[in-house]
């Protein structure tokens, strides 16, 4: 084990996707002293505006959003203890793709009809600079199906295995194989207390009426290998949350339940491991993303 600092990289398709299934783990880790990294793909320029004073930057008028969106990401970085996040290829370098089947799909810079090496690439060289320990992204399934989620996986996971190979690009730095890779999981028993605890406060949205059981996206307890335990996070991630406002609606609602009945549905933290391993013998599931890992 060395006593450089333990690297953690994140790769999340949209400005406020960190905070919601990372959110914590990133505030959690930065204040341990470890570097957080955190690589967005897009600047979410499809979102839906919930802040009537900024309609007019909707994507069918002014398109403009991105911009107010990069801003609240900074906001939320801040809250986070953050200080080190990307735009893959740059700000604007791919769109927010919009909803799966909507007319955004088929714009020709949209990060779902990016050319994939090329993405990669991009990834490659942060890669290779930050040289991960633990690299965090999405599960094949994007979470919960939006293409760009869907396409920032395809991206972490080619990138990983091409920054590995120390024949490719090498101009793009030398060589780094990751370690261990986490996929975000949403658990089913987790899904069921925040049902319950919209249910219980009289919230009739579709998301409060749903069976967990029909919910997509939900996985099985046995198939989450870490969860992390932010409940002394919660204040720096309510606070990331809120900087995202022209997204994330604190007032009513699922997030609303962050505010007063957060520790037991947003307390922790899921994840799949992807590649690598964990040690064997210990708590399942795993309480520490970099557990008996060595690092250099």
């Not at 959690?28 to 979410?44: E, F, I, P, R």
């Not at 969106?69 to 809250?79: P, T, V």
């Not at 964990?278 to 599931?285: E, F, V």
Request: proline residues 6%.
């Amino acid at each position: 084990m060395s006593d450089q600092p333990r690297r953690l990289l994140l790769v999340h398709a949209h400005p406020d996707d960190e905070v919601l299934t990372t959110g914590g783990t990133m505030a959690k880790h930065a204040a341990a002293g470890d570097q957080v990294v955190l690589v967005t793909c897009t600047l979410g320029e499809e979102g839906e505006i919930l802040l009537p004073a900024i309609a007019h930057l909707a994507a069918d008028q002014d398109d403009r959003l991105g911009e107010h969106r990069i801003e609240e990401l900074a906001g939320s970085m801040a809250a986070l203890g953050i200080t080190d996040n990307r735009i893959l290829g740059g700000p604007g370098r791919y769109r927010d793709s919009g909803m799966m089947g909507t007319p955004a799909n088929d714009r020709p810079e949209c990060f779902w009809r990016a050319d994939l090496r090329e993405a990669a690439d991009h990834l490659v060289g942060i890669m290779r600079d930050v040289r991960p320990h633990v690299l965090l992204t999405y599960d094949d399934f994007g979470g919960y199906g939006h293409p760009d989620h869907i396409q920032a996986h395809r991206v972490a996971m080619y990138a990983s295995q091409l920054a590995a190979v120390a024949t490719y690009r090498p101009d793009l730095g030398a060589a780094w194989d990751v370690p261990r890779i986490f996929w975000t999981a949403f658990p089913v028993s987790a899904i069921r207390a925040g049902i319950a605890a919209l249910r219980s406060v009289g919230d009739e949205s579709d998301f409060a009426t749903m069976d967990p059981d029909d919910i997509p996206f939900a996985v099985a307890d046995d198939a989450v290998d870490v969860r992390v335990e932010v409940a002394d996070q919660l204040p720096a991630k309510v606070a990331a949350m809120r900087a995202h406002a022209s997204q994330i609606n604190m007032e009513q609602g699922f997030f609303a339940l962050s505010n007063n009945l957060g520790a037991p549905v947003f307390a922790h933290e899921f994840f799949r491991l992807a590649k690598g391993t964990l040690p064997t013998g210990g708590p399942r599931p795993a309480d520490d993303l970099f557990t008996a890992l060595e690092w250099e």
